[in-house]
């Protein structure tokens, strides 16, 4: 005879489940009918340019607008397949951003083994941290067990040209593409009370207010850009643009709390540290690309560059999001 508080219990968790997947679906479909918007209004802005200077602004726009159709497309796949899913996307995220990082960066013979443990070790041990739920480990493989290995392997190879340099940047470069951009598939693994099986839609919150924020920057410096904030880093930046596309994408995240455990004035404070930290790894990422003298990480996203140019500014966020949720949000 079934216990009738087990059964109880049971239909409880089902009927979470199915609030949280009509949740996760209205979430997704509202970022696609912004897309179908955004991508409408891109049609009559470029056929109503008036001038080159207009026609390439908008082309940008269309450019991110197309990029985001294809994000979204495989972002919709990780969530048909899972967990499983989303720790396998952004583990090739983590390769390829480490990939094009790697390729502005001197190396030398001797650094070859070591970039191999990087590669095909480290990173994937990272997200098979993740996977496992083991929290303890996967919060200091990086910045600790790695953190001693990488200079340890490059010594042995008995090259010191630049050695100090050298493993600097190999360290910099997993700390950013793997131990970083890590933290957002991380966020499923939360145990977070009320919010059971939701998981999935708190990554994407994380990662919407994220890229929103970036448009939204763009957008407003567009709009009534004039104060530039750091022109040799980064001569688009502008004040204007950074506090409009701050505050609008702080507001959306506010009235997306609902997709989220946290109450509105929560949400708005989440998403004003995802905003700010985004801020922040775009404007690092900037002067890593000046000080390479390249415009771009990579050619793979048509009109945004690289890989690591399109989650520049995740990396900087995800761990401080994953970090706060989970210190704040669960037991």
Same mark, same amino acid.
């Given at each position: 005879?079934?216990?009738?508080?087990?059964?109880?219990?049971?239909?409880?968790?089902?009927?979470? %489940?199915?609030?949280?997947?009509?949740?996760?679906?209205?979430?997704?479909?509202?970022?696609?009918?912004?897309?179908?918007?955004?991508?409408?209004?891109?049609?009559?802005?470029?056929?109503?340019? *008036?001038?080159?200077?207009?026609?390439?602004?908008?082309?940008?726009?269309?450019?991110?607008?197309?990029?985001?159709? *294809?994000?979204?497309?495989?972002?919709?796949?990780?969530?048909?397949?899972?967990?499983?899913?989303?720790?396998?996307?952004?583990?090739?995220?983590?390769?390829?951003?480490?990939?094009?990082?790697?390729?502005?960066? &001197?190396?030398?013979?001797?650094?070859?083994?070591?970039?191999?443990?990087?590669?095909?070790?480290?990173?994937?041990?990272?997200?098979?941290?993740? %996977?496992?739920?083991?929290? %303890?480990?996967?919060?200091?493989?990086? &910045?600790?067990?790695?953190?001693?290995?990488?200079?340890?392997?490059?010594?042995?190879?008995?090259?010191?040209?630049?050695?100090?340099?050298?493993?600097?940047?190999?360290?910099?470069?997993?700390?950013?593409?793997?131990?970083?951009?890590?933290?957002?598939?991380?966020?499923?693994?939360?145990?977070?009370?009320?919010?059971? %099986?939701?998981?999935?839609?708190?990554?994407?919150?994380?990662?919407?207010?994220?890229?929103?924020?970036?448009?939204?920057?763009?957008?407003?410096?567009?709009?009534?850009?004039?104060?530039?904030?750091?022109?040799?880093?980064?001569?688009? *930046?502008?004040?204007?643009?950074?506090?409009?596309?701050?505050?609008?994408?702080?507001?959306?995240?506010?009235?997306?709390?609902?997709?989220?455990?946290?109450?509105?004035?929560?949400?708005?404070?989440?998403?004003?540290?995802?905003?700010?930290?985004?801020?922040?790894?775009?404007?690092?990422?900037?002067?890593?690309?000046?000080?390479?003298?390249?415009?771009?990480?990579?050619?793979?996203?048509?009109?945004?560059?690289?890989?690591?140019?399109?989650?520049?500014?995740?990396?900087?966020?995800?761990?401080?999001?994953?970090?706060?949720?989970?210190?704040?949000?669960?037991?």
């Amino acid at each position: 005879m079934s216990d009738p508080l087990e059964s109880t219990e049971h239909a409880f968790l089902e009927l979470e %489940g199915s609030s949280g997947n009509a949740q996760l679906m209205c979430l997704f479909g509202g970022v696609l009918g912004i897309l179908v918007l955004a991508s409408v209004i891109g049609v009559v802005l470029k056929r109503n340019a *008036k001038n080159d200077a207009a026609r390439a602004t908008i082309e940008n726009l269309n450019a991110r607008t197309r990029a985001w159709w *294809k994000m979204c497309a495989i972002f919709a796949l990780t969530l048909l397949i899972g967990r499983v899913g989303s720790l396998v996307l952004f583990g090739l995220l983590s390769l390829l951003a480490l990939r094009e990082y790697i390729t502005l960066v &001197p190396t030398r013979r001797g650094d070859h083994r070591t970039l191999l443990w990087s590669f095909f070790i480290i990173t994937p041990l990272q997200y098979y941290l993740i %996977g496992i739920a083991w929290y %303890g480990f996967f919060a200091i493989m990086i &910045p600790v067990f790695a953190f001693v290995f990488v200079p340890t392997r490059i010594a042995m190879s008995g090259d010191t040209e630049h050695f100090l340099e050298r493993a600097a940047k190999i360290q910099f470069g997993l700390m950013i593409c793997a131990f970083c951009l890590s933290h957002a598939p991380a966020l499923l693994i939360l145990e977070i009370p009320g919010f059971a %099986g939701r998981n999935a839609q708190l990554l994407l919150y994380l990662v919407l207010v994220d890229q929103m924020s970036d448009v939204l920057q763009y957008v407003w410096g567009k709009l009534a850009g004039k104060h530039k904030i750091a022109p040799s880093v980064s001569p688009n *930046k502008t004040w204007e643009g950074f506090l409009g596309g701050v505050a609008t994408a702080t507001l959306l995240g506010a009235a997306l709390w609902w997709a989220t455990p946290f109450a509105p004035l929560q949400a708005a404070g989440m998403s004003l540290v995802i905003t700010l930290l985004g801020f922040a790894g775009g404007l690092v990422m900037s002067a890593i690309k000046r000080d390479a003298g390249v415009k771009d990480f990579g050619a793979v996203i048509e009109g945004h560059g690289g890989i690591l140019d399109r989650i520049d500014s995740l990396c900087f966020a995800a761990p401080i999001f994953f970090h706060l949720v989970r210190y704040f949000f669960t037991p």
